[in-house]
């Protein structure tokens, strides 16, 4: 996996008060540079926004200078979601405001083109991760052809 997934406990001793801090870390991402798979950081998002459906706790995102990988994250999850809500975004318009509010956010072309191949792969592809437990029955699913199928669901997304 090219992220880590840490749970954090926060105490304030003089008030006895605890907090619980998730921090995921992404592993996979060189400094000016892209990850070399978009699939990771899509699991990563996801799971990240299945942990906090409603915003129920703010989100930090950071990296070294907090522009670059940074600014490539926030557009990433601000468009998936906005792509999930209206079935439409506009890529260059959300870069635009954001650099307007910050100098650099999304630092260079390579960048700029992952999002667009990352937004691609999630709407065409979807979520097609599976967990190591539920191997085994989602294999036996998706190699079954229904009554009203004329190929497998395995075959099917082999062939997108």
């Known amino acids: 996996m090219d992220f880590i997934v840490r749970t954090i406990l926060v ?34 998002i996801r799971r990240m926004r299945s942990e906090n459906p409603n915003l129920e706790s703010p989100i930090i995102v950071h990296c070294s200078a907090g522009i670059g990988r940074s600014g490539t994250f926030i557009v990433l999850d601000a468009l998936l979601q906005q792509t999930e809500r209206e079935k439409q975004i506009n890529i260059l318009s ?29 709407v065409q592809f979807g979520n097609t991760a599976v967990m190591a437990d539920d191997l085994p ?21 082999f062939q997108v």
């Open 11 to 44: 105490r304030k001793t003089s008030i006895g008060e605890t907090r619980r801090v998730k921090h995921y870390q992404f592993l996979d991402w060189p400094d000016h540079k892209v990850p070399s798979s978009a699939s990771s950081l899509l699991i990563l």
């Open 137 to 157: 029955l989602y294999v036996k699913n998706i190699c079954c052809i229904k009554a009203d199928e004329k190929i497998s669901k395995l075959e099917s997304q």
């Open 94 to 122: 959300f870069v635009h405001k954001m650099r307007t509010q910050r100098i650099d956010m999304v630092q260079n072309l390579e960048q700029y083109i992952f999002i667009h191949e990352t937004i691609l792969e999630a």
